[in-house]
């Protein structure tokens, strides 16, 4: 498997003290990011004559002069490389001279399988961010300043190769000024495509609710910073897509926020003005500070300091917040001039997709927002800001989206041409280009028609993009949902992935894992192939394919999906499985009182019948049943709140050893006796701390009794329950002591953001099964 730091190069050997010429291809991300200035000058450096081009693979180069001026070029080309690119592969060979005597950059090539690797959006370099603060320089106070070291990438890319002509700033022709920059090799905009001042450039505009124009240009700015002084909600359109921004103090603006937007409790990200703000708000490491300041800038999950002056609307019941720095000149500014942290949220109704264009803004966004802060530069497509998480010392990310997509996982062998369209959940889709899989920025729940167009969109964005003609489409298991069903209708042959298959799959894609192995997937729902719904699996992946060793003894679920958002409901399908009729008999635990009696008739008929009822194996129903046994959460607003809410009781109790558990001869786990022992502490009135923590603590001896009996000792632990913590911690911790290898989900998200990545890995170790 090949590391994407790693160059793995062919050399010919020079000629000796004679002029030779050196043909070089360089694959990987290397547009937009200055490589071709960097080329040009380095030639002229050593006084080689010839060209470099883009072409749809990443750059091509031929240069000519003395041998061992070639090879010092071949050395620095590698060394010396501008530090956002990342050479996935550098071939070269030598060539007859041609007698060329100047070195140019050429127009690009557009010939050719698409490969080249499209860079995210970079947050503002420091260069930039000096400049827009200087009133002397030309670009003082100018929201869309940029150059090849930062700014828009990924958000206004409409065509391979990367050149202005191909994104969204080809509607803005460059004054003179910009030009001398775009043309000078010596200078930072030497060929940054989306250069741009207040004279050429796009600006920005504030409209009211009915498209009124309030204010342009220099005064947007300060008209948009009194509003928010005022605790009005501002839509702005950003760099991938709108923004929903209020006062994040003002408890009473968020709470109309909250309103309008139909989102009950999920957190609110915030932007706080600057790094010193956040400190005084939440801990910071030093690893959550490089995330904040890093060129992806993502909204990090940060522990929040008691007394912090946020309204508790923002992350109510969280000891969390999410908080970003501002991350385009836009930003900056703007929080410059209000000086507090403020909440920006995706522009978008409840879970539909992040609104992009003014015009459909001032159509979705016109009930929530009071005034819309726009400009003109045309985003591409949408990409949500990325949601990432220190664990154990590494990234997590929670949401890929901006700074992370489309940015590929590098694949060992090159797989078919593949496509995959993902879950249902939190989707993206994924595609096989080369050697390398591109899995699709963040698009989100296909539960509305929005949603569902915009996974369409995606669908077709990436295939134009990469001009993929894929050979299949692999998909879900699940047959209803949305993603399954578009992937019947493609015409081409359907690789169905098992769900949890797929989240391990992905885990090993991303560090590079070949079999066997033993996979724990662990999460809310799955379709299994035994028609039972699965979540808590323990799968040896091997040949191509995946043996399920050990899983969860099952339990009703009663009213199925509706379970989901009432933990309550998990609670008493798990007694009902452990207790039979005596379930019902349980009146003081917290579930059963908050049912009506009705409700308590008609779950009784369904769990009795099994009618509604689906039997499952799911790890996040049984956090949520025990979250509602403790009497945490019995309705959530969202799913995996009260799993959520389990973890962050656990915090700061003692050491307080682990519950009895069993697991029988066919691998099935029986968490009868854990969950009678959970009763008898509660009956004691033992601390939810406490029984929270030995729960956790229980799980994490689960699974390394399980690792024990596959015989494996590679572990891989994804799904959406290792997004908690404190259960992937001590299940690490555990299974290192045990002298197991353990990987868990870094850089591509453990929840269902992963999948798509998975489908295609599962599809592509089938075809070599079969061949
Ligand atoms: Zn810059
Ligand atoms: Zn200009
Ligand atoms: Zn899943």
Known sequence: MMNPHDISAVYSTPATGKRGRLGVKAHGAVQGVGFRPFVYRLANE?????????????????????????????????????????????????????????????????????TAVVLPDLAICADCLREIFDPTNRRFRYPFTNCTNC???????????????????????????????????????????????????????LWDATDNVRATHEDTLHATADALRRGVIVAAKSLGGFH???????????????????????????????LEAVQRDCQVSSEEERLLCSPEAPLVLLRRRPGDGIAPAVAPCNPYFGVMLPYTPLHHLLLAEVGFPIVATSGNRSDEPICTDQHEALTHLGGIADVLLIHNRPIARPVDDSVVRIVLGHEMVLRRARGYAPYPVPFGEPPRPLLAVGGHQKNTIAAAVGCQVVVSQHIGDLDTPLAFESFRRAIADLSHLYELEPEAVACDAHPDYLSSRHAEKMGLPVVRVQHHYAHVRACMAEHGLSE??????????????????????????????????????????PGGERAVRQPRRSALGLLHELLGEDAFANEDLAPLRTFSSRERDLLHTMLRSGLNAPWTSSAGRLFDAVAALLGIRQEASFEGQAAMELEFVVEGTAEVGT????????????????????????????????????????????????????????????????????????????????????YWSQRIPPNDGGVSLGQIAAAASTGRRTE
């Open 46 to 114: 050593l006084g080689l004559a010839g060209w470099v081009i883009n072409s749809s693979q990443g750059a091509t180069i031929e240069v000519e002069g003395d041998a061992d001026s070639l090879t010092e070029f071949l050395r620095r080309l590698q060394a010396d490389k501008p530090l956002p690119c990342v050479l996935h592969d550098l071939t070269s060979v030598f060539l007859p001279a041609q007698g060329d005597t100047s070195f140019v950059i050429r127009d690009s090539n557009a010939e050719g399988p698409k």
């Open 151 to 205: 700014g828009p990438r990924f958000s206004i890319i409409e065509g391979l190769p990367y050149d202005r002509t191909r994104t969204t700033m080809k509607l803005f022709s460059m004054c003179a000024a910009c030009h001398a920059e775009y043309d000078n090799p010596s200078d930072r905009r030497f060929h940054a495509q989306p250069n741009a001042c207040p004279r050429c450039g796009p600006h920005l505009e």
């Open 244 to 274: 929903l921004l209020v006062d994040a103090s003002n408890q009473e603006a968020v709470l109309r926020l909250r309103r309008r937007k139909l989102r009950e409790e999920k957190p609110f990200g915030l932007m706080y003005p600057d």
């Open 516 to 557: 066997p192995l033993l996979g724990v997937a662990w999460d809310g729902t799955g379709f299994g192939p035994d028609g039972t719904v699965w979540g808590g699996e323990f799968l040896r992946i091997l040949n191509g394919g995946f043996e399920r060793v050990a899983h969860f003894r099952t339990f009703r679920l």
């Open 659 to 742: 519950y009895p558990f069993h697991i029988g001869e066919s691998g099935i786990i029986d968490w009868g006796p854990m969950i009678r022992a959970i009763l008898r502490d509660i009956a004691l009135g033992s601390a939810t701390g406490t029984i929270a923590r030995r729960f956790h603590d229980t799980l994490a001896e689960i699974i390394m009794a399980a690792a024990r009996l596959s015989g494996e000792n590679v572990v891989v632990l994804t799904g959406g329950c290792f997004q908690n913590a404190y259960l992937l911690e001590q299940t690490v911790m555990r299974l290192r002591e045990g002298g197991f290898r353990v």
